[in-house]
């Protein structure tokens, strides 16, 4: 279910023009991912008791998406928020199959990869339908 929720929000940026989006799980170099990039994680997941129909399970879950702009050191911060606003965050608020709420927003130098980071993390709920196979 990780996996689905990190592809979703890939595939919205993707759809919406943003390039360079890979998911926290990828095995790239940062070299090679270009001077500014987009990565999408999940840094906490929470289920609750599924709801049964006849045909159907409905899952309902609350998580924590966390996104993280990367940009080369010498981009000014203000350039890279700019970016951020106009647009990841439209596209993020933007789902429709999943509600959206923002929990933090921070930007600051990683000096492991040289590079400096805009984090965001957000709070998301749905509800994941899942088939039930007949006996």
């Known amino acids: 279910m990780l996996k689905t929720i990190i592809d979703n ?28 990039f987009t990565i ?7 289920t609750s008791a599924p709801v049964y129909s006849l045909n159907c399970a409905y899952l309902p879950f609350k998580s924590e998406v966390e996104v993280n702009v990367t940009a080369v050191k010498t981009m000014p ?21 999943l509600e959206c709420s923002l929990k933090k927003i921070a930007i600051k130098f990683d000096s492991n990869i040289q590079r ?18 007949s006996p």
């Not at 759809?15 to 270009?34: I, P, T």
């Not at 999408?40 to 929470?46: L, Q, S």
């Open 9 to 36: 929000v890939i595939s919205k940026l993707e759809q919406a023009g943003v390039e360079n989006v890979y998911s926290a799980f990828d095995a790239y170099a940062v070299e090679k991912k270009g001077s500014l």
């Open 40 to 46: 999408v994680g999940v840094g906490a997941f929470e």
């Open 77 to 97: 911060m203000t350039d890279l928020f700019d970016y951020y606003a106009a647009n990841i965050e439209p596209v993020l608020m933007g789902m429709t199959d």
């Open 116 to 133: 400096l980071v805009l984090t965001v993390k957000m709070g998301v709920c749905g509800i994941t339908r899942i088939e039930r196979s």
